[in-house]
């Protein structure tokens, strides 16, 4: 067969909303991009996992402690499932490991900053969940079968993390004349950089229009952008808080809110590994990784012996 006659029957099996498996033919550039999104996603989980790792031993109660610790380990669940759905594309696990370690891939911008109070780890989780959650929402229904289940339950973890986000905020917005500055702090700091998260406008979005047309993504870019600013913007009167831009504002004739200009040179920079904590967190996940060598070789030993031993048990 062709390939243009492999690519019309793999386009429409997309239109009529069929699944991609990991055996079906696939167009290999379809391949390269579900690779890329994934493992940075993965990579993302991970690397998102140390701006919170830093206040575990600092939480104010057991009860927080207790909660962000199982918000931590969801994360780094998240990180295997997807690496798990990764690979059925032909690429292993220890390939993309290495890829991040070496500085080679990409994974989202929002952990190069610094988390620096206990508000932070509301401000993480009422917002950069927040926006990871509208973003995953979408991909629930993304068109490669592995990646659309693993989001499924990966989704249903991160609503009560955003939840979770909140309810700090919410106690310290309650709290003394201190607490609710430092809640105001804490999302002057991680507002513009969660708006960054989705990603360059879709005039720069250099993958997007090829990812719609396979739907990889279902909205892009700036819809869900837009999507997250009128949420938080309803969502922080609750807080008695306010967003850090004064451009903020509804528009009745859209429907939405209006907000200021982003400050791109800023994102690129972070992507270009130039942000406040990007050297800091490959360093950590170097580190962590060199340490966990020896449980490397004895899972492999392991592995050897029991093989060894169904060997001599079938002779
Ligand atoms: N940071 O053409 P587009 C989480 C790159 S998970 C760094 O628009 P695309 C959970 C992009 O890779 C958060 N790089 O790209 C959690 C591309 O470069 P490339 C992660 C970025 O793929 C919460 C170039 O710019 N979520 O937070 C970023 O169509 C709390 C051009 O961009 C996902 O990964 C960025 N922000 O759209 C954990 C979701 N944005 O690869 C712990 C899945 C863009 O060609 C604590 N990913 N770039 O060299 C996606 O939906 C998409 O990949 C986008 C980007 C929307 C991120």
Not at 5 to 34: C, G, H, L, S, V
Not at 79 to 92: M, N, Q, V
Request: glycine share 6%; aromatic share 10%.
């Amino acid at each position: 067969m062709l390939v243009q006659d492999m690519e019309q029957i793999f386009q429409d099996k997309i239109d009529r909303e069929i699944k991609i498996e990991p055996k079906d033919w696939m167009p290999e550039a379809y391949r390269k991009t579900n690779l890329r999104q994934i493992s940075q996603h993965a990579h993302s989980e991970v690397v998102g996992m140390l701006p919170e790792g830093n206040w575990i031993s600092r939480a104010p109660s057991l009860k927080r402690k207790a909660i962000l610790l199982a918000k931590i380990q969801d994360e780094g669940g998240h990180g295997l499932y997807l690496y798990s759905a990764a690979e059925t594309l032909g690429f292993s696990r220890d390939e993309m490991i290495n890829d991040l370690l070496s500085g080679k891939a990409k994974y989202s911008s929002i952990f190069n900053y610094p988390s620096l109070s206990w508000a932070d780890m509301g401000a993480v989780g009422w917002l950069v969940d927040g926006a990871a959650i509208l973003n995953q929402v979408m991909l629930c229904r993304t068109s490669y079968g592995p990646y659309a289940r693993a989001m499924v339950r990966i989704c249903k973890e991160e609503s009560f993390h955003q939840r979770q986000g909140f309810d700090a905020l919410l106690v310290l917005s309650r709290g003394s004349k201190e607490q609710k500055a430092m809640c105001q702090d804490a999302i002057n700091r991680w507002w513009w950089p969660s708006l960054m998260m989705f990603g360059p406008k879709d005039s720069e979005s250099t993958n997007s229009d090829q990812s719609m047309k396979w739907k990889i993504k279902r909205k892009t870019n700036d819809e869900l952008r837009q999507q997250f600013v009128d949420m938080i913007a309803e969502q922080i009167k609750t807080l008695g808080m306010v967003l850090p831009d004064p451009a903020l504002k509804w528009n009745e004739a859209r429907k939405h809110y209006d907000f200021g200009a982003i400050n791109w040179e800023e994102f690129w920079n972070v992507v270009k590994g130039n942000g406040p904590c990007n050297k800091q967190r490959l360093a950590a996940r170097n580190k962590a990784h060199d340490e966990g060598d020896w449980v490397r070789e004895a899972a492999k030993q392991y592995a050897e012996k029991k093989r060894n031993r169904a060997k001599e048990q079938a002779a």
